[in-house]
C-alpha cells in the first residue's frame, strides 16, 4: 500500500464484504463466547483492529497553541505564590493537551513547560532516567549545573540534561527568568523505564562562568578532543549558543542570495543541533531543530509520522494545521501530532525573519523503523 494521507476505513471495506446475518441460534452463541471472553480477560482482534490498526495514524493528541502572552503571566503568579524546594522539585507548569485526557502531556511521547525561577532562587539538584533540555526564548542570569558543570543560560540557548545526569539551576540576579522545558517523559513513563534520585539541597557548584567547562572542552567546530574519542549516546555539549545558531542560518539565507544550494526550500533555512560524537541526535529520544523562514515564505504541507513541539523564538508568521490557519508571535507554543498536516508562512512585509525551535520524538520512530513522511505530489 503507498503512503498517502487518505484511506478507506476498516468499516468500510467490511460493509462491502458483509456476510448473512447470524440465525437466533448463531446470536445466542455468539452473545455467550462475547461473555466467556470477558471472563477469561480476552478482547477479540475483529473487534478492536479499527483503533489497533487503523489506515493512517489516528492520534488522540490534538493540534493545539498555547500564547506566550498567557503563559508567561501564569507562570509569574505561580512565582509568587508557589516555592522552589525538595519535594516539588520545579515550578514547571506543563503544556497539557486537550486530546489528552488531562495528562500533562504536550504529546504521547512529548513532555513541554514553563519553567520559572525567582530573583536569587535556587532549584534543588536531581536526577532521572528522562531525557531534558532547555530553551531560552528570553532573559539570562540562571545557570544550571550539570553533573556539577555551571552552565549559562541565554537567549536563544539550547542546553542540554540527559538522562540519569544530577542537575540544578540557580538565579545569580535579582529578576525572574522563565524558559521551556522538554523531556521525553511521556514515553518513558508508557515504558515503565522511569528512574528518579535526589541530590544536593542547593547545588553542587554555585560559579557563574561565561562559558561551560563541557563547551571549553567539545564546542570548537569540526574539532574533536583526542581524550573523548569514543561515541556517547548524548551529545557531551552542554549549551548551543544561539551565536553559532544564529550565524548558521544567515550564512544559508545569504549563500541562497548568490545562487548556492544551502536552504531547505526557498527561504527557508534550518539546522539540526547534533552530537559530535557521531553525528546524529543530541539524545535518544529527542531530536532538536531551529527553523528561519524570510518574510513572505512558506513550507509545503507535510505529513509525519511521530509528533514535535514547537516555539517562536521571533518574528510574527502562522502555522496551517490540518487545514486552520493560526497566527504566531514571540514565545507561542504549538503542537503536532502524528500525521496531522502542518505547514509554515512568515508574515508577508515582516522586517524580521520567522524564527522558530522544534524538538520531537523523531529519533524514536527512526530506530524502529516506524518514520514516515508524506508530501503532496512529491510522496507515493
Known amino acids: 500500500m503507498s503512503i498517502s494521507a487518505e484511506n478507506p476505513t476498516h468499516e468500510s471495506v467490511a460493509a462491502g464484504q458483509a ?3 447470524p440465525t437466533p441460534e ?3 452463541q455468539l452473545e455467550q463466547l462475547y461473555r466467556d471472553f470477558d471472563t477469561e480477560n480476552l478482547i477479540p482482534l475483529w473487534t478492536e483492529i479499527g483503533d489497533l490498526m487503523p489506515m493512517v495514524p489516528s492520534p488522540k493528541a490534538v493540534p493545539h497553541v498555547w500564547r506566550w502572552s498567557d503563559l508567561y503571566p501564569l507562570a509569574a503568579r505561580a512565582g509568587d505564590l508557589v516555592p522552589v524546594g525538595r519535594g516539588g522539585e520545579r515550578r514547571a507548569i506543563a503544556l497539557a493537551n486537550p486530546g489528552l485526557a488531562g495528562t500533562p502531556y504536550a504529546t504521547p511521547t512529548l513532555w513541554a513547560a514553563i519553567q520559572y525561577l525567582g530573583a536569587r532562587e535556587t532549584a534543588p539538584e536531581h536526577r532521572h532516567s528522562q531525557n531534558a533540555f532547555r530553551f531560552v526564548v528570553e532573559g539570562e542570569g540562571v545557570w544550571t549545573v550539570v553533573n556539577g558543570d555551571p552552565v549559562a543560560m541565554r537567549r536563544g540557548d539550547f542546553l542540554l540534561t ?7 539551576h540557580h538565579n545569580d540576579t535579582d529578576q525572574p527568568m522563565a524558559w521551556i522545558d522538554g523531556l521525553d517523559i511521556p514515553f518513558v513513563n ?3 523505564a522511569g528512574f528518579f534520585e535526589f541530590g544536593t539541597e542547593r547545588v553542587t557548584d554555585e560559579a557563574t562562568p561565561h562559558i561551560s567547562r563541557s563547551e571549553r ?3 570548537h567546530p569540526g574539532l574533536r578532543p583526542l581524550s573523548g574519542l569514543e561515541d556517547t549516546t548524548n551529545s557531551p555539549i552542554a549549551a548551543y549558543r544561539w551565536e553559532h545558531t544564529d550565524a548558521a542560518l544567515r550564512e544559508q539565507l545569504l549563500l541562497e542570495d548568490e545562487g548556492h544550494p544551502a536552504t531547505v ?3 527557508h533555512a534550518a539546522i539540526r543541533y547534533s552530537n559530535p560524537t557521531t553525528g546524529g541526535d543530541v539524545m535518544p529520544t529527542i531530536r532538536a531543530e531551529f527553523h528561519r523562514l524570510r518574510a513572505g515564505a512558506t513550507t509545503e504541507p507535510v505529513r509525519e509520522v511521530g509528533s514535535s513541539v514547537w516555539q517562536v523564538f521571533e518574528g510574527t508568521g502562522s502555522v496551517v494545521l490540518n487545514g486552520e490557519t493560526r497566527t504566531l508571535e514571540k514565545g507561542d507554543l504549538f503542537v503536532v501530532p502524528s500525521w496531522q498536516e502542518w505547514s509554515l508562512q512568515a508574515e508577508t512585509g515582516s522586517q524580521t525573519e520567522f524564527d522558530l525551535f522544534r524538538f520531537s520524538d523523531a529519533p ?3 530506530r524502529l523503523n516506524f518514520n514516515r513522511t508524506y ?3 512529491r510522496t507515493k
Open 19 to 21: 456476510g448473512p446475518e
Open 26 to 28: 448463531e446470536a445466542a
Open 162 to 168: 540527559p538522562g540519569w545526569n544530577f542537575h540544578g
Open 190 to 192: 508508557y515504558a515503565d
Open 217 to 219: 572542552l567539545w564546542a
Open 265 to 267: 526550500s526557498q527561504g
Open 364 to 366: 524514536i520512530f527512526e
Open 375 to 377: 508530501t503532496e505530489g
